[in-house]
Each structure stands twice: as structure tokens, then as C-alpha cells.
């Protein structure tokens, strides 16, 4: 594998986007950092949670490899009181829903800029 690929895949999961914007495809990077920060957004808004990482669960597990595809949010909610969960609000489960699959899209969105810069993609 190339190391331009496994930057790009690296800053991908990191910054949603940015795997693309390195590889000069600007509006490919806009629309994908657009639409996993506005939907990680609005789950944190919700009061949905993130998942550290947990073994009494096999589904928290999931959720916590799930979440860890928010890169740079995952690790900062690690050290800063927010994706708490707010368990007392209605929107909690969706909040949490929209958290993990923003992660799940931004996993595939850099895998996409590593086809993109291996040549597979366009």
C-alpha cells in the first residue's frame, strides 16, 4: 500500500473530508465533511452518547467501533464532557443512532479516498 493511500485514509477517519481535499477534490471533501460534522452534530444535540470502549456489552463494543469512526470528535469526547448522553431526553436513542452512523458513513468516506488515491476511484 502506498503511504499517499494510508495518509489519505488516516486524515479521512480523522477530519470527515479531508482525505479528499489532500487529493484536490475540493467538493468531494466539502459535501462529506458537511454531512458527517451536521449529522454528528445533530446527535450530540440530541444527547446522544459516545461509547468509550466497554466488555460487559457485546453491543457496546459495537457501538464504541462504531463511534470510533468519528475520528477527531471520538478522541475529543474522551478528554471533554460532551457525547455524555442525556438518558432523561426523548431524542437520546436517536441522538446515539445518528452519533454511530456517522462514524459507520465516515469509515466508508475513507476507504473511499483510499481507492481514490491507490487510482481504484476517480
Known sequence: ??????????????VPGLGHVVQKKYGRGAVF?????????M???MGGKIYPFQTENPLTILAFFADIGNGIIYLLSRFLPIG???????????GTAYI??????????ALDALDVSLGKKT
Do not use: H, Q, S
Not at 1 to 14: E, N, T
Not at 84 to 93: I, S
Open 1 to 14: 500500500m502506498k503511504m499517499k493511500g494510508l495518509l489519505a485514509f488516516l486524515l479521512g477517519w480523522l
Open 33 to 41: 465533511f458537511t454531512c458527517i460534522t451536521a449529522m454528528t452534530a
Open 43 to 45: 446527535g450530540l444535540t
Open 84 to 94: 455524555l448522553g442525556e438518558l432523561k431526553r426523548v431524542t437520546f436513542e436517536f
Open 100 to 109: 454511530a452512523g456517522a462514524g459507520l458513513l465516515n469509515f466508508l468516506i
